[in-house]
């Protein structure tokens, strides 16, 4: 009776006016209430009654009361849902469905309908669905939550949940594209290179071969041919397999399973450089000097080749390494171009650490999963010398595509950073200046400056500097007219070489083919191009990232509470704990602050210096390793903690 009485609602809509209002984003806890932070920083608690109308990540305007010393918040607007199209878990509750969006920080069930394709009494407990928002308790005339089911993901049972989850989260196909029934090559005219020695050096199991090498030796230093697969040469600009390939942008690489861009006749049998087969490829001749510079002027032409070698990196590596009972190359060809390869990646080395920037080699993880989801392992492949020989070659030819197309079309897709954040810049001389290196701003910003800075930092013993200069860096990005990479000290960088899996390949081919033929381009780069590449890659990094996280919860579970040691280099301190990458399989854990030392209080954490202290003595920073066991494991949450074997202070 009262609550629909306009007086009374008049009379709170005036006391209401009185109240100060602020908007932030709530933030949920684990202990069911929660706050609403700010742009400006602030933080304003939210009561467990009160976060029923909200979930985690809305943006709303909230009113602020005060009761005795105590302010509150009490959100009454909702300016932006978290929630829209959601991944959540069946939850049957008194015979209604409920869904519990998958979300660490989202556990409360909402009621939900499903669509009429659906059928509601399919779904059990604990099942995966795809659903959107169609109510919320701020929206006006709604008063409660309401989500729809749209669409099955995976029975909780399903062995392959984490492939089949991620991929949905993030709308990615989990199959390959279809393609047409017949594949029509196109009629261009093609060198005859099929009686070159070119080869092929990628895993063992790898099917989709999309570069080969030949070299000669010659006074100047080495020809390298470098031999592309040409998808383009079936593939026209607007055609159905290419929109598709343009939705999906890349090949998806996860552990265990990938899901190619383009259809797999095309990219694992047409187009791959299958020894003793002829293909159609796309193909530079490029000069490197005897000291490993590259040499402008790299002629680019269409060619066809037949590779006379299928080689795997780890046999490649033993026969150059000399490794006792290793690999052996049959013929006499193959072993002379393993032998110049691996002098040309020598040479170019050595010139890139001199006058460009060398990244440090980093291992690779890769999961040994069975057919049923399990994760058997995680073996280490450290980079050996087949590995750095690949990829000396691949930037070679991509900086020697950046130089054509700068030089002709004036674009393409350019791989482009920027060095150094200029809005950061004295930060960053502050930063060094504490550590006794000197360097000024407008150095810093130069091409030469940023390599300087990066062997300076190349050469300290500890990797604290290095670190911490990363988090003042700009960010890569793809870009449609030609710009220098500062992260590889060059002055452009083009990629061509996969374009069997990488769209933006696929453009440059043809932007390359269109200098060959002095005609215009059959496509070009536009707004819409770029914003597309740069979506998909970031959403294909962080599916990778969320299948990997799901699968190490899995394999390290078994590990929680044990007295298993691991090394783990911490990534990130702040007040919260500290992260850290394990170095024996590549998982990221949590360490919190509560379990870092034996007495909280005489711990003091610096999230902006990134660097742990006990009793005002620096005992812990970034970059450091600690040893340390694996504590509670989340499965699904996807989250491990780990604890240190001894805390500081013991």
């Known amino acids: 009776m009262f609550q629909d009485n306009p007086l009374l609602q008049q009379l709170k809509a005036q006391i209401r006016e009185t109240l100060p209002t602020v908007e932030g984003q709530v933030k949920a806890t684990a202990k069911g209430y929660g706050f609403i932070e700010t742009d400006k920083g602030e933080s304003h608690f939210v009561p467990p009654p009160m976060m029923k109308k909200v ?35 069946v939850q049957w509750f008194k015979g209604r469905l409920n869904l519990v969006p998958d979300h660490p920080m989202m556990k409360a069930g909402m009621r939900a309908r499903c669509k009429k394709h659906i059928d509601e009494k399919s779904l059990k407990d604990g099942d995966y669905v795809v659903a959107h928002l169609k109510r919320h308790p701020l929206r006006e005339d709604d008063k409660s939550f309401l989500a729809e089911v749209s669409e099955f993901v995976a029975a909780t049972d399903d062995p392959h949940v984490p492939w089949w989850v991620i991929l949905a989260k993030h709308d990615l196909a989990k199959v390959e594209p279809e393609g047409p029934s017949t594949w029509q090559l196109d009629g261009a005219e093609r060198q005859d290179l099929t009686a070159l020695p070119f080869v092929t050096i990628d895993a063992a199991s790898t099917k989709d071969m999309d570069d080969a090498l030949y070299v000669e030796r010659n006074d100047n230093g080495w020809r390298l041919t470098v031999a592309i697969a040409d998808p383009t040469a079936y593939v026209q600009p607007g055609d159905d397999v290419d929109q598709e390939a343009f939705k999906r942008c890349l090949t998806q690489y996860l552990p265990g399973y990938n899901v190619p861009m383009l259809p797999r006749q095309l990219a694992d049998e047409l187009c791959s450089l299958v020894e003793a087969e002829d293909r159609p490829a796309l193909c530079a001749h490029i000069q490197v000097a005897a000291d490993g510079e590259l040499q402008p002027g790299a002629e680019f032409f269409l060619a066809t080749i037949r590779s006379q070698g299928k080689l795997a990196y780890d046999n ?45 080699d980093q291992p690779d993880y890769r999961f040994e999963v069975d057919d049923n989801g399990n994760v058997l392992n995680i073996h280490v492949d450290e980079r050996r010398t087949a590995n750095r020989i690949v990829e000396e070659c691949m930037i070679v030819a991509n900086a020697a595509c950046a130089e054509r197309l700068s030089a002709t079309v004036g674009q393409g897709i350019f791989n482009a950073h920027a060095g150094l954040d200029p809005e950061r810049i004295n930060l960053v001389v502050e930063l060094l200046e504490k550590h006794h290196i000197t360097f000024d701003a407008e150095q810093l910003l130069t091409m030469g400056g940023y390599c300087a800075l990066r062997r300076v930092l190349d050469k300290q013993e500890s990797g604290y500097l290095d670190a911490r200069v990363r ?37 440059n081919h043809r932007l390359l083919k269109a200098t060959i033929a002095a005609s215009d381009p059959t496509q070009v780069v536009t707004d819409q191009l770029l914003e597309q590449l740069a979506k998909m890659r970031k959403l294909h990094r962080m599916c990778e990232r969320h299948v990997g996280d799901w699968l190490y919860a899995r394999y390290l579970l078994a590990e929680s509470g044990s007295k298993t040691e691991f090394t783990g280099k911490i990534i990130d301190i702040n007040r919260g704990g500290i992260r850290v990458k394990l170095a024996e399989n590549g998982a990221v854990a949590f360490m919190p602050a509560s379990h870092v030392s034996v007495d909280k209080a005489r711990l003091n954490i610096n999230g902006e210096t990134a660097q742990a202290s006990f009793d005002d003595e620096l005992k812990l920073q970034v970059a450091d390793t600690i040893a340390v066991t694996i504590g509670q494991v989340d499965v699904d949450q996807r989250s491990v903690m780990v604890l240190p074997v001894t805390p500081l202070g013991s």
């Open 55 to 89: 979930v985690h990540g809305d943006r709303v305007s909230a009113v602020l009361r005060e009761d005795g010393d105590k302010t509150s918040a009490e959100p009454e607007q909702l300016l932006e849902a978290s929630l829209d199209r959601f991944i959540a878990r």
């Open 471 to 507: 988090k003042l860096q700009a960010f890569a990005e793809v870009v449609g007219t030609p710009q220098p990479h500062y992260g590889m000290g060059l002055e452009g960088y083009a990629t061509w070489t996969s374009p069997i899996r990488k769209y933006s390949d696929m453009v």
């Open 316 to 360: 490649v590596s033993d026969y150059l390494d000399e490794v006792a009972d290793g690999w052996q190359p049959q013929q006499a060809e193959i072993a002379e171009q393993c032998q110049q390869l691996h002098a040309l990646a020598n040479a170019r080395s050595a010139w890139r650490k001199e006058n460009a920037l060398v990244f440090p």
